[in-house]
C-alpha cells in the first residue's frame, strides 16, 4: 500500500509542477504580447484624455515603458498602474508592435512627397503630394504603403506618412452604440472649408442635405463614431465628418487666437525652408543659392526640435519646387502650433545691409511668437533688426501662429561668412528651440 501511496504523491508533485511551468509560459506568454509603448520625449504629460485640451494629471520620463489599452484621435489611452489610466500624444512615444494598417487615413508629413506606380520604385513618379494631405492607406508591405490615387493605386514611403486613427469607409454605418453623448449647449462645430457636405447619416456615402461654408458654425449633438452629429442656425440635422471640421468650446469659438500647446514636447511645428526646386531664391556674392541654405538650417532645427520630443513637418526636405498656397495650407491643415518660415535676406546692390529680422502679419496670433523669437536672435553675431510686419503669403494665409525669418543679407560679404557655416545654422537651431520652449509655457 505504501509505495502505491508514494507513487501517486510523486505524481501529484509533478502535476503541480508542470501547471506552475504552464501558468508561467502563460503569463509570459501575455506579457510578451502586450502592447507596450515607450517614451520618446525627456518629459511627457499624461492627460485626462485624448487632447491637449485636458489638464495634465501626471508626468513620465524618457525611456519609460507604458501599456497601451486605447487609441483616440492620435492619443493613446495608457495604464499608469492598476488603478490609473491616462492619455498621451502618440507621436512622444515608440511602438513596439505595428498594427494593421487597412483603409486607414494618413497625413502626408512633407510637400513635394512623390508617390509611384509600383513599390521600391525612385523615379518618374506619378504625383507629388503636399504636407497635410489626406492619403487612404491599404496595406503595408517593405516599408511602402499602398494608397488609393484617383480610380486606381499608387505606393508612397511609408516614412513620409504619419497615420491617424481615423478610417475611410464606402459602406453605411448604422450602428450608434460608441455615440459618445456631450453636452450640446457647451460645444460648437466650426468648418474648416467651402463646400464641406452635411450628410443624412454618418457615413462617407450617405446623402447630402447641404454644404457648408468655411467658418459655419454649427451646434454639437453628439459624436458617432468618426462623425459628429450637428444642428444648423435654420434647424437642419445631419452628419459631418470630424476631420473636415474643429470641435471648439462654445464660449471661446470667436477667439482669433487658435488652441495651442502647452508643452514644446506636444506641439506640431512646420518648418517652412524657403524656396527650393525651380525657385533658387537670392544670390551669394559667390553664386551659391538661398535655398540650399534656407534647407540646411531647417533640417538642424527640425533635428533638435523632434530630440525636444515636438513633433516636426516639413514643407519640403529635399531641393523640390513648392509654391506658396500649398505651405500655409499645410499649416492650417495640421492645425500646427506654430509655423516658421525660413529665408535669407538680400539688398539691391551687395554688401549694403546686414543682420536679422523676424516678420508676422496677424498681430494677435503672431506677434508673442515673433517677439519670443527675435529676442533669442540676438544671441547671434549678425545685428538683429527686430520685429516687423511682414504681407507675406505663408503668413497672410495661414491660420495658426506664424513667423518669417531673414536671417541674414547673403549678397552681404560679412553675413555670408556666418550663413554658410554649421556653427551658425547650429546657434539659429538652438535660439529657435529655446523661444519655442518659452513660447509654450
Same mark, same amino acid.
Given at each position: ?19 506552475? /511551468? ?21 518629459? $511627457? ?6 487632447? $491637449? ?8 520620463? =524618457? ?7 486605447? %487609441? ?5 489611452? @495608457?495604464?499608469?498602474?492598476? &488603478? %490609473?489610466?491616462?492619455?498621451? +500624444?502618440?507621436?512622444?512615444? =515608440? #511602438? &513596439? ?11 502626408? #508629413? ?8 509600383? =513599390? ?14 489626406? /492619403? ?20 508612397? +514611403? ?10 475611410? !469607409? ?12 456631450? #453636452? ?7 468648418? *474648416? ?29 453628439? &459624436? ?5 452629429? @450637428?444642428?444648423? !442656425? ?5 452628419? @459631418? ?9 462654445? =464660449? ?27 525657385? &533658387? ?19 538642424? @532645427? ?44 538680400? !539688398? ?5 545691409? !546686414? ?46 501662429? +506664424?513667423?518669417?525669418? %531673414? ?23 538652438? *535660439? ?10
Amino acid at each position: 500500500m505504501k509505495p502505491f501511496l508514494h507513487k501517486v504523491w510523486r505524481w501529484r508533485i509533478l502535476i503541480i509542477v508542470v501547471l506552475a /511551468i504552464m501558468t508561467s509560459i502563460g503569463a509570459t506568454f501575455v506579457l510578451a504580447n502586450s502592447n507596450q509603448v515607450v517614451v520618446q520625449a525627456n518629459v $511627457l504629460n499624461i492627460r485626462k484624455g485624448p487632447g $491637449l485640451a485636458y489638464d495634465v494629471t501626471a508626468q513620465v520620463n =524618457k525611456g519609460q515603458r507604458l501599456t497601451v489599452i486605447g %487609441e483616440r484621435n492620435e492619443w493613446y489611452e @495608457v495604464r499608469l498602474s492598476n &488603478t %490609473e489610466v491616462g492619455w498621451v +500624444a502618440s507621436w512622444l512615444i =515608440k #511602438n &513596439t508592435e505595428v498594427s494593421a494598417t487597412s483603409n486607414q487615413i494618413g497625413l502626408v #508629413n512633407a510637400g513635394a512627397t512623390p508617390i509611384y506606380a509600383s =513599390k521600391g520604385q525612385t523615379t518618374n513618379p506619378l504625383a507629388q503630394l503636399n504636407a497635410g494631405d489626406k /492619403i487612404a492607406v491599404l496595406y503595408q508591405e517593405d516599408g511602402w504603403y499602398q494608397i488609393k490615387h484617383d480610380d486606381s493605386v499608387a505606393w508612397i +514611403a511609408q516614412d513620409k506618412v504619419k497615420l491617424t486613427d481615423q478610417v475611410e !469607409s464606402d459602406a453605411k454605418t448604422t450602428n450608434t452604440g460608441n455615440s459618445n453623448a456631450t #453636452n450640446s449647449s457647451d460645444q460648437v462645430v466650426v468648418v *474648416d472649408s467651402d463646400g464641406t457636405p452635411l450628410r443624412a447619416e454618418p457615413n462617407a456615402s450617405a446623402s447630402v442635405v447641404t454644404t457648408l461654408n468655411a467658418k459655419d458654425t454649427l451646434t454639437y449633438v453628439k &459624436t458617432v463614431n468618426q462623425w459628429y452629429q @450637428v444642428k444648423a !442656425s435654420n434647424g437642419q440635422t445631419g452628419y @459631418v465628418a470630424s476631420w473636415l471640421v474643429a470641435l471648439a468650446d462654445k =464660449k471661446t469659438q470667436d477667439d482669433t487666437m487658435p488652441k495651442i500647446a502647452s508643452n514644446l514636447a506636444e506641439a506640431t511645428i512646420v518648418l517652412d525652408p524657403g524656396h527650393g526646386g525651380s525657385d &533658387t531664391g537670392a544670390l551669394s556674392g559667390s553664386n551659391q543659392y538661398e535655398k540650399t541654405y534656407t534647407l540646411a538650417v531647417a533640417q538642424k @532645427v527640425a533635428t533638435k526640435l523632434r530630440a525636444a520630443g515636438a513633433n516636426v513637418v516639413l514643407t519640403r526636405s529635399n531641393d523640390s519646387f513648392v509654391d506658396l498656397a500649398p505651405r500655409a495650407q499645410a499649416s492650417n491643415k495640421l492645425k500646427a502650433d506654430a509655423f516658421i518660415s525660413l529665408h535669407f535676406d538680400s !539688398s539691391e546692390n551687395a554688401n549694403e545691409a !546686414s543682420g536679422v529680422t523676424t516678420y508676422y502679419y496677424h498681430n494677435n496670433r503672431d506677434k508673442k511668437l515673433a517677439d519670443l523669437i527675435s529676442q533669442q536672435l540676438s544671441n547671434l553675431p549678425l545685428d538683429n533688426r527686430g520685429v516687423e510686419f511682414g504681407n507675406f503669403q505663408v503668413l497672410r494665409d495661414n491660420e495658426r501662429p +506664424a513667423v518669417l525669418l %531673414e536671417l541674414g543679407y547673403i549678397n552681404t560679404k560679412k553675413d555670408f561668412s556666418y550663413i554658410q557655416q554649421n556653427d551658425y545654422q547650429n546657434k539659429v537651431a538652438s *535660439d529657435v528651440v529655446n523661444a519655442l520652449t518659452s513660447y509654450f509655457k
